[in-house]
Structures are given as C-alpha cells and as structure tokens.
C-alpha cells in the first residue's frame, strides 16, 4: 500500500503567479488535512475535506487560498498571487473514514516545499 | 482553543543517554490523544508515540516512552538509550476526540530540536 503521495516537492514560484500542491492520499483514505508549516514553527492547521467536500476550512487564509478534493483525482491546494509569506512547507496527510470510538491516525506525505521569490 | 507548547528549542544528548523532552497542551476537554511526531531532515512527519488521553498507563514504544500527567496536562517524551538516528526535530501534537467541530486536526507545539553527539 502505497503512502501519501505529494508532488511537487519542490515549487519555486515568482511573486504574483499561482501555486498548485497535489496530495494523494493512502488507498482506502477518504479524508484529507493539509497543515503548513512556517521555517523554524510546527505545523498548522489549514482546511480538512473529505470526497468533494470542505469539511473545516477554518485554518486557511481567507483571501488567495483554496482547496479541493475531487470524486476522482488527488486534493489539490491552490495559492494565487503567491507572495513571499507564502514561503513554507506544505504537508498534506489522510485517514481513514473517522469513527466516533476508534483510533485514527493521520498518515502524513513528505511535504512540499514551496519557495516565492 | 487548545494549545500546545514545547519550551525546549533544542536539546542534545549523547549517544547512549537517556533524553526527556518536555511539552504541556491547554484544553478544556477530557477526551483526547497526544502524539510525539519525528521530523528527520528529509522533513518527513514520523509517529512516535500516542497517547490517548483515558488510559493511566503511560505508553511505550521500544526506546521510547511517554509521562503523561493528564493533571498537570503534561506530556514528555523520554528516548532511552540514545541513537545517531533519533537527531530531528520533535512535535508535540494534540487532538481533540470530543467530535463536533474537531474533525481530528492536530494541534501541534513549535517543536524541539534534538541533537545526538557520538
């Protein structure tokens, strides 16, 4: 069973242009998280999205930022206008379907480390 | 809104000690886990360790083990016979399993980096 893929892991974009960061998650996982993390900080929060809905979008910018997670397809995060803040590792990682008793963990992918000039 | 904090920026052990590194988490809920993640430089997120917030028993993973002081909302990581391959940075995360509004997110803490000399 493959991991959580993520491409590209390296994105340098110009100030201005658009940013495109692709998860796709474990076989089976049906549920997605994306967390930033900011040089020398932990990973934040950003938005959680199950198949073709957002399920907590309340870590995301409000402006220039959105997320998708199509019914076929890998989730994409998408940043327009990137600016230099924007510099940061971006990790996606998913789970299975969420149960009320169990214990699920999150599988993270390796990142992907966007760089604005 | 829980919070997380690691008061360590680093810490260094030699090869064969024993390292403790320390993090406390604010919340108001009883139902919860708590996770120690390892990032290596490769910047991969590596479970450690788990915690779930119910059971007294503190848990154990080989040469790693957790206090967990559900009280004092305390929760350290002890690495026991120190390895060259345990240098990364450490993460504390918490996550809430009260349902509603969490949805699992993790919160994580600023993370402490963990040097091993031979």
């Known amino acids: 069973n493959a991991g959580v893929m993520q491409n590209p892991r390296h994105l340098v974009r110009r100030r201005g242009q658009e940013a495109r960061l692709r998860c796709s998650p474990m076989?089976?996982?049906?549920?997605v998280y994306w967390y930033r993390q900011l040089p020398e900080e932990g990973l934040k929060f950003m938005v959680y999205?199950?198949?073709?809905?957002?399920?907590?979008e309340s870590g995301m910018p409000k402006e220039r930022f959105s997320a998708e997670f199509p019914k076929e397809g890998p989730s994409i995060l998408r940043i327009q206008q990137v600016v230099r803040g924007d510099s940061a590792a971006y990790f996606c990682?998913?789970?299975?379907?969420?149960?009320?008793?169990?214990?699920?963990?999150?599988?993270f992918g390796p990142g992907t480390r966007l760089t604005v000039l | 809104a829980q919070t997380v904090t690691q008061s360590q920026p680093e810490m260094s052990v030699q090869e064969a000690e024993t390292v403790t590194l320390s993090c406390t988490y604010d919340?108001?809920?009883?139902?919860?886990?708590l996770f120690w993640y390892k990032q290596p430089p490769s910047r991969q997120m590596i479970l450690v360790i788990r915690q779930e917030a119910y059971k007294q028993q503190n848990a154990t993973e080989n040469r790693f083990s957790v206090n967990f002081q559900k009280a004092a909302k305390s929760f350290s990581l002890k690495i026991s016979d120190s390895q060259l391959g345990d240098a990364a940075m450490y993460f504390c995360a918490y996550r809430s399993n009260a349902g509603g509004t969490s949805y699992g997110k993790l919160t994580f803490g600023q993370g402490t980096i963990l040097t091993v000399h031979p």
């Open positions: 076989k089976g996982h049906s549920h």
């Open positions: 999205l199950q198949k073709e809905n957002i399920i907590d």
């Open positions: 990682a998913s789970s299975p379907p969420l149960q009320p008793i169990f214990y699920n963990e999150q599988f």
């Open positions: 919340t108001s809920e009883s139902d919860y886990y």
